[in-house]
């Protein structure tokens, strides 16, 4: 009541941990952001230490491509993110890449999501590098990214904090 009465809105925040171990490169080194057009606030590039996706929230997913190598997650205030294992590892048709989920499935933080093989998309001429986008960046108020460079463990350590708009 006090809300409408001085036009004050609700805000949440939500904390996006890492959902793989590796390093945090910087976003303008990743080769598919010329053609991405996204703002580095929103995303976040990282070279894996090895193959596991996990939860970075708790949520369910929204999307999972049929090749597995990329997944979106919803948080419960509607927050999405996007993972996507590689570049252009949609090629491999699936090869390398097992899900332990699918569209609809609801996880706790920390779950294991999708395993990926580095070796296998390595060998194949792709990049591993594995980009973190906040799908939905208009629904937050403010996108802060608390690591930029360096080594992160998954699940572990809170990458990015969106406040959200009431």
Not at 83 to 91: A, F, K, P, Q, V
Not at 147 to 166: K, P
Request: proline share 2%; charged share 20%.
């Amino acid at each position: 009541m006090l809300t409408k009465l001085f036009g004050r809105t609700k805000q949440t925040t939500v904390d996006i941990a890492s959902p793989l171990s590796g390093e945090i490169i910087g976003w303008s080194d990743h080769r598919s952001v010329a053609a991405s057009g996204m703002r580095s606030v929103d995303a976040i590039a990282i070279k894996p230490a090895n193959g596991q996706i996990v939860a970075p929230f708790y949520g369910s997913v929204s999307h999972i491509a049929d090749t597995g190598h990329s997944i979106t997650v919803q948080h419960a205030s509607g927050l999405r993110l996007k993972i996507g294992i590689g570049i252009h590892t949609d090629e491999l048709g699936g090869d390398g890449f097992m899900s332990h989920v699918r569209a609809g499935d609801t996880f706790r933080a920390g779950d294991t999501l999708i395993d990926f093989d580095i070796d296998t998309i390595v060998a194949s001429g792709y990049s591993p590098i594995t980009s973190v986008v906040v799908e939905n960046a208009e629904l937050a108020k403010s996108i802060e990214q608390l690591v930029t460079y360096g080594a992160v463990s998954s699940g572990h350590e809170i990458i990015l904090r969106a406040e959200l708009i009431g």
